[in-house]
């Protein structure tokens, strides 16, 4: 229950604006990913924002982050997705390979929120039978949110929050949290940036 509140507080004061982080949206190039770590001192688990400017309308990157049966070919560490589609959300298996042969797996629920103003896909973790307790995480939640660039609607400022608790991790094995979070959350964006231009 805990974990629950921890990340549903976390989500909630993490779903505005990125003043509190430490990334100043003024500075967002087209070139580079910001990335500032507000995880809470004292909780499990570890949170980082990233943030950058991608050279694609708001509706393109929209639709690309939505296409779940696409992240393994571009997302760091995915290797099998199995997508589940419900009315208002998506029921999202992931299966991750991380270095050493270490694979995680989690279910998601994905919940895209798109106006004329910005898309927002969120997710949360959900319960996963049958998964042991080595290839599973304690929790994950998050969220894309994309809005048009100030001064050109064609760019758009991508923000992209990763909350991940893998759980009791062996001595020796503390970067696991680091490859599915910090490490691979720059390379995620990278790897957007370059669909959108491949796609162009």
């Known amino acids: 229950m805990t974990r629950l509140l921890f990340a549903a507080t976390l989500f909630s004061a993490c779903a505005g604006a990125l003043a509190d ?63 589940l589609r419900k009315e208002d959300a998506a029921q999202v298996d992931m299966t991750l390979k991380l270095p050493l042969g270490k694979v995680k797996k989690y279910r998601l629920r994905m919940e895209p929120k798109v106006s004329a103003a910005q898309c ?19 929790d994950t939640t998050g969220y894309w949110l994309l809005a048009p660039h100030a001064s050109d609607k064609n760019k758009t400022v991508v923000k992209y929050m990763v909350y991940t608790d893998p759980g009791p991790v062996p001595m020796g094995l503390g970067w696991i949290v680091d490859s599915m979070s910090r490490g691979s959350m720059p390379k995620t964006l990278e790897a957007l940036r370059q669909r959108a231009a491949a796609a162009q």
Request: net charge negative.
């Open 21 to 83: 982080t430490g990334i100043d949206t003024a500075k967002l190039t087209e070139t580079e990913v910001a990335l500032a770590d507000v995880s809470r001192a004292g909780q499990p688990g570890k949170a980082f924002m990233a943030a950058t400017i991608i050279n694609a309308p708001v509706p393109k990157l929209c639709a690309m982050i939505q296409d779940y049966a696409a992240y393994p070919s571009f997302m760091p560490n995915v290797d099998k997705v199995a997508v």
């Open 120 to 138: 927002q896909l969120s997710w949360k973790m959900l319960p996963w039978p049958g998964v042991s307790a080595e290839e599973a995480i304690a």
